[in-house]
């Protein structure tokens, strides 16, 4: 279902009265050209999401760099591209929602504090498992932070569209796969993190199961209060720690392919 996207920023062409109206001269209106050189308007842009998203918090350098890099324009409906750099989710379709990037970042910030990763600051994690792969955008953020990215969406629809999002990426380590991400992916065990982007009541059995000691789930899930709290789970050679931190809105962890 590949689109075909405008470049970024969007070009807008001035309508007649638009570019005209209150005038009286015969000067005909400059052109609305909001940027001539795409690639780099779009990297300005997300240098200054990076800016707030370091004034929100986000401290580590691989998350900020891995934010920069990835273009969030390419993954939104052209529609939707003038919004791509703004702190909010957004419709991507099928009933789902591409992440804010303060979410993304907040998650892989945490994510990257994994036991293993504790006195290797500024290494990159091994395997990651992602559930819910979406439009693509958080495991093409994902692939600047770990060695491998196993991606899995149980929607056909979305899958597919995740492909054509990233071919262009020629993103080698990051492998899409369609599938009830409630059990995992096996295959690709053990992950030294696990992250979620659908809340469900609580974190599997299965993806616990397929953590390496010294790794970390990071995933939405009901609260006590009836709404979604992030949880961080740690797998350590003395047992599992388990945080309860602020509460998110995720859309729902499904079983089943669709
Ligand atoms: N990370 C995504 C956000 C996608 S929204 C992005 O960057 O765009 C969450 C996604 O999780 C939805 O596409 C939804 O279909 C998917 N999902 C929900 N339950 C799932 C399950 N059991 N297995 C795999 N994907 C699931």
Redesign the pocket.
Known sequence: MASQRPGFPVRLTPTASAATRGRTSAVPAKPIVVQAAPSMASEAIRARMVQRLAAQGISDPRVRRAMSAVERHR?VDSALVNQAYEDTSLP?G?G????KPSV?ARMIELLLGAPALVNKPADKLGRVL??????????AVLSHVASEVYS????RG?HERARANLRPFRLATVHLLL????VGFAKGAPYAGIIA??GGEAVPDTWLAQLAVGGRIVAPTQSATGGQALVVIDKTARGVDRRVLEAVH??????GIA
């Open positions: 993954f991507i099928l789902q929602t591409i992440s993304v992602e559930i819910g792969t979406g439009c693509g955008y958080q495991a899995i969406e149980r929607l979305l599938g009830d991400g409630m982007a659908a995720f859309v729902p962890l499904k079983s």
